[in-house]
């Protein structure tokens, strides 16, 4: 009894700050718990850009707003090609190259944020 009784304060306590943590984090100053993520996301996809229209020159062959500029190159901004392709096809295709597309020489990291880059086209 006395063994129940404590698991539900844990549980009791564990509610109350699960409950006002969101609170807490957004009240204090105004800080939010999501901003290292979202800080984090911003950039990944100001480093994809740069490569995207820098050394990836991706550009090229894919426009400044993602839709082609050659013929066979998708439409990144079409929702349904997006929704077809995972994140690991982008990063395969831009990695090892696909068709008359060359492969990009760069980290694994710059592979990932040029996939994050392609995939803001469509949002
Ligand atoms: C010389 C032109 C050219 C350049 C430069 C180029 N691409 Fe492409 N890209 C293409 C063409 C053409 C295709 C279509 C290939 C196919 O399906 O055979 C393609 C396809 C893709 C795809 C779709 C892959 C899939 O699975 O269907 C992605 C993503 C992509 N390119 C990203 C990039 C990125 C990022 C860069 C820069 C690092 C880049 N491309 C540079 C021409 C280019």
Not at 25 to 49: C, N, P
Request: proline share 3%; net charge positive; charged share 20%.
């Amino acid at each position: 009894m006395l063994r129940s009784a404590c698991h539900l304060t844990v549980l009791a306590l564990f509610s109350l700050v699960t409950l006002t943590g969101d609170r807490l984090a957004t009240g204090w100053r105004g800080i939010r718990v999501t901003s290292v993520s979202d800080e984090a996301t911003s950039k990944r996809l100001a480093r994809g850009k740069r490569l995207y229209l820098g050394a990836g020159a991706c550009v090229a062959c894919h426009g400044t707003d993602g839709r082609p500029t050659v013929p066979d190159a998708p439409d990144f901004t079409d929702t349904a090609w997006q929704r077809k392709h995972t994140d690991a096809d982008i990063a395969q295709a831009i990695a090892n190259g696909k068709g008359t597309m060359p492969a990009f020489k760069g980290s694994a990291a710059d592979v990932e944020a040029l996939t994050a880059y392609v995939r803001s086209f469509a949002k």
